[in-house]
T-cell receptor
């Protein structure tokens, strides 16, 4: 069964600093997609970044980048130059191949300290 | 990006009543929508996959007679919580899938989430 694990329930980072959120997953598939979603206090889920498993290059979106280690089944999110608006719950998600269903991790609450 | 709306954003009802939640894709057609449930400080749990023009597919443990899903058009899916009880109080989120094809024919699908509906059953 596919599972997604986020081992850090809560993280804190100083404004303008860099923080890395961890995510590991378990799957027997070779082709899949991984995502990081942000859920601010408004509860609106916002896509932060996406990674295709067949791509070796790590995805990057402005201040957000991932470290995708396929063999280790690891998919961490790095946030550079952290801003107060980055404070939110961050969910790692895996897309089940062929079904379009997402499996979400338990989330990491990120606090940004001024 | 694409916009998905939900209505109502918040609802309070008495135990035993039914509540309908609407999920609309505002600027695109969604053949597939998903309904999630999120308990406080927990992750999103997929309840069912809603397919336009056909029956929904429910996840294991989700009562289909309790959570009625209708996807009558390409822009609207509804979730009806029948005979709601306090344990049904939760945050319900829908998402809509947009399949995208790259020039190489590889699907790069994206899901857009609605803002959620908070249900409180007294």
């Amino acid at each position: 069964a596919q599972t997604v694990t986020q081992s850090q329930p809560e993280m804190s980072v100083q404004e303008a600093e860099t923080v890395t959120l961890s995510c590991t997953y378990d799957t027997s598939e070779s082709d899949y997609y991984l995502f990081w979603y942000k859920q601010p206090p408004s509860r609106q889920m916002i896509l932060v970044i996406r990674q295709e498993a067949y791509k070796q290059q790590n995805a990057t979106e402005n201040r957000f980048s991932v470290n995708f280690q396929k063999a280790a089944k690891s998919f961490s999110l790095k946030i550079s130059d952290s801003q107060l608006g980055d404070a939110a719950m961050y969910f790692c998600a895996y897309r089940i191949s062929g079904t379009y269903k997402y499996i979400f991790g338990t989330g990491t609450r990120l606090k940004v300290l001024a | 990006g694409a916009v998905v709306s939900q209505h109502p954003s918040r609802v309070i009802c008495k135990s035993g009543t039914s509540v309908k939640i609407e999920c609309r894709s505002l600027d695109f057609q969604a053949t597939t929508m998903f309904w999630y449930r999120q308990f406080p400080k927990q992750s999103l749990m997929l309840m069912a996959t809603s397919n336009e023009g056909s029956k929904a597919t429910y996840e294991q443990g989700v009562e289909k007679d309790k959570f009625l899903i209708n996807h009558a058009s390409l822009t609207l899916s509804t979730l009806t919580v029948t005979s709601a009880h306090p344990e049904d109080s939760s945050f319900y989120i829908c998402s809509a899938r947009i399949p995208r094809r790259t020039s190489g024919g590889i699907s790069q699908e994206t899901q857009y989430f609605g803002p959620g509906t908070r249900l409180l059953v007294l």
